[in-house]
């Protein structure tokens, strides 16, 4: 019985692993592939942004909307590159501290600690 059971996993895996071989070969095989397209491909603001100018420009007039719209498409830009800066001067400031630590200074003349064998 167990012998059995054995041999229906081990059936399972074998056609398993050539289904998903062939799935693989035909999926290769096709010329398009569907992309999800993320903000910056789009070209295209994030909800939030879209939802908070909306409120923020109720009631004004065409030219004061595209004006706001500018300034805080600026204020953005601005602000995430001051924060890619930031990020930036973190990992060099992270790169210079372990280059520091990986070669530090030896004193070649100090003697070295030998240990002996216990008695």
Same mark, same amino acid.
Not at 26 to 46: D, F, L
Not at 84 to 106: F, V
């Given at each position: 019985?167990?012998?059995?059971?054995?041999?229906?996993?081990?059936?399972?895996?074998?056609?398993?692993?050539?289904?998903?071989?062939? @799935?693989?070969? /035909?999926?290769?095989? *096709?010329?398009?592939?569907?992309?999800? +397209?993320?903000?910056?491909? !789009? #070209?295209?603001?994030?909800?939030?942004?879209?939802?908070?100018?909306?409120?923020?420009?109720?009631?004004?007039?065409?030219?004061?909307?595209?004006?706001?719209? @500018?300034?805080? /498409?600026?204020?953005? *830009?601005?602000?995430?590159?001051?924060? +890619?800066?930031?990020?930036? !001067? #973190?990992?060099?400031?992270?790169?210079?501290?372990?280059?520091?630590?990986?070669?530090?200074?030896?004193?070649?003349?100090?003697?070295?600690?030998?240990?002996? @064998?216990?008695?």
């Amino acid at each position: 019985m167990r012998g059995l059971a054995v041999r229906r996993v081990f059936f399972l895996v074998i056609s398993l692993s050539l289904l998903a071989g062939v @799935a693989s070969a /035909r999926a290769s095989e *096709k010329k398009t592939v569907p992309r999800i +397209k993320t903000y910056s491909q !789009k #070209k295209e603001e994030p909800i939030l942004n879209r939802v908070g100018d909306w409120f923020t420009t109720l009631g004004m007039s065409e030219e004061k909307k595209a004006k706001f719209r @500018a300034d805080r /498409r600026v204020e953005q *830009k601005v602000s995430r590159a001051e924060e +890619k800066r930031g990020l930036m !001067k #973190k990992k060099i400031e992270r790169k210079k501290r372990s280059a520091n630590e990986s070669i530090a200074p030896t004193d070649w003349n100090a003697p070295t600690k030998v240990r002996l @064998a216990p008695k």
